[in-house]
């Protein structure tokens, strides 16, 4: 218990560290071109809360269950089953990685750092002098989701009408553990489970409950429509959804805390619905050095919650889609809410757009130049030479020993040693 306690603890110092540092460091692509002091208004701005005064012990737990992949991945047939669940808006979740960690306390420790704003629907950060923004476009870019406009009320009336697959269920309440028994069970099979595979991710990952939340009937009749289905703007309602979870008033819960005598070794509770996953991520691309530090970078893939590249420097106060992105659906769809006027974070997101530069990709021949270590392209011209100096490149290895130095990939073991050491240990913790 000792140990647990000593890593729990470590944790949350590296993560305080980070928070504290990120703003500092050098940066590794380019950042928005600005000094702190050039923000519009930023003296202006107040924080909800006094991060270091006003802190207390919490433990953050989510709704969102990512071992409902597995159950998908063990149940849906590979050949007939899968490819229908990856035709339906959701299917490229099926990539995430199953092996991802929550940090609550990640998630705490930014809450603590809440700006005070007039906006309903975004939220503001202040970390060291740094603003950034958690808001739908984030949300969209992270994970691919349709954020558009709400069908017409009689578009949504007609999908309703026809509730077929209810004929699987013994009753008119379909709770979530009926979904998944029915999805582990033999009963039924083909388009229906994949279909049932669709529910039961939306009401255990995306619009996240618990095993004795029901599932709306509705969802029942959407799925059997795949055109309607897949333009209906699940995004936005998982990103209201995980927004209103978010919206915490950590204010009540300190000051109950302090009534209670500020004892450490009480820990309040509270968990997120919706999908945190998304803001979690969101805070490893938008801090470098806690993505590098707590997760394990995969390259090659959008949206951003399948891969992102850690990069070690600022933070990024908005999220800004690739031109890969800026032609995908989500960006294509992408509907901005008519929020109330907030001078002070208008102007501020106004400026931060026009001072904003895009991360430039590094180049496929680059990244091969960083796999393969120069000396090899040295050894290229070795290849021409007499059949003697050939067979006695051959049989003295040397240059090959001074190589290996090279090619061992210490910085990356190293850097899984911090991504998967302390975590483990968190999320024993949190049990």
């Not at 000792?2 to 940066?27: H, R, Y």
């Not at 899968?82 to 035709?87: D, L, N, W, Y």
């Not at 202040?126 to 994970?143: K, Q, S, W």
């Not at 907030?342 to 895009?358: T, V």
Request: with cysteine; charged share 25%.
């Amino acid at each position: 218990m000792t140990s647990q306690n000593s890593s729990s603890s470590s944790t949350k110092t590296a993560i305080f560290q980070t928070l504290v540092n990120e703003a500092t460091k050098s940066a590794e692509y380019d950042l928005p071109k600005y000094n702190t002091g050039e923000l519009p208004r930023i003296g202006h701005l107040k924080m909800i809360m006094d991060p270091m005064r006003e802190y207390f012990p919490v433990k953050v737990t989510m709704k969102s269950k990512i071992e409902a992949f597995e159950v998908i991945r063990q149940n849906l047939d590979p050949e007939t089953e899968m490819p229908i669940f990856k035709e339906f808006a959701f299917g490229h979740f099926i990539s995430m990685s199953e092996n991802m960690i929550y940090f609550g306390v990640l998630t705490h420790y930014l809450l603590l750092r809440q700006i005070k704003i007039k906006k309903s629907h975004e939220l503001w950060f202040m970390v060291n002098g740094t603003t950034t923004r958690f808001g739908m476009r984030e949300f969209a870019l992270i994970t691919g989701l349709n954020c558009g406009e709400t069908p017409e009320l009689d578009v949504v009336l007609k999908a309703s009408k026809n509730i077929r697959l209810l004929e699987h269920f013994k009753s008119h309440v379909v709770l979530v553990a009926d979904l998944k028994k029915l999805l582990t069970g033999k009963k039924i099979k083909g388009s229906d489970k994949a279909k049932i595979a669709i529910i039961y991710f939306l009401a255990q990952v995306l619009l996240s409950g618990d095993e004795k939340k029901t599932a709306p009937l509705d969802w029942l009749s959407y799925v059997d429509d795949l055109e309607f289905f897949n333009s209906y703007p699940w995004g936005r309602v998982s990103f209201e959804c995980t927004l209103r979870a978010l919206r915490k008033n950590l204010k009540e819960k300190f000051q109950k805390w302090v009534r209670k005598g500020r004892n450490k070794s009480i820990k309040k509770t509270y968990s997120i619905c919706g999908f945190p996953w998304a803001f979690q991520v969101w805070a490893f691309e938008t801090f470098p050095t806690i993505g590098a530090t707590f997760a394990k970078m995969v390259d090659g893939r959008l949206p951003r919650i399948l891969k992102w590249e850690a990069r070690r420097g600022m933070a990024v106060p908005i999220l800004y889609p690739t031109e890969e992105e800026m032609n995908s659906m989500c960006m294509r769809l992408y509907l901005s809410y008519a929020d109330q006027e907030d001078p002070e974070i208008d102007q501020l997101a106004s400026f931060l757009d026009s001072s904003a530069r895009m991360p430039k990709p590094v180049p496929e021949g680059e990244l091969e130049l960083q796999v393969q270590p120069e000396p090899e392209a040295e050894l290229e011209p070795q290849v021409q030479l007499e059949p003697e100096a050939e067979l006695e490149l051959q049989v003295q290895p040397e240059p090959e020993e001074q190589h290996e130095p090279q090619v061992q990939p210490e910085p990356e073991d190293q850097l899984e040693q911090q991504v998967h050491s302390e975590p483990e240990s968190e999320s024993k913790n949190e049990k």
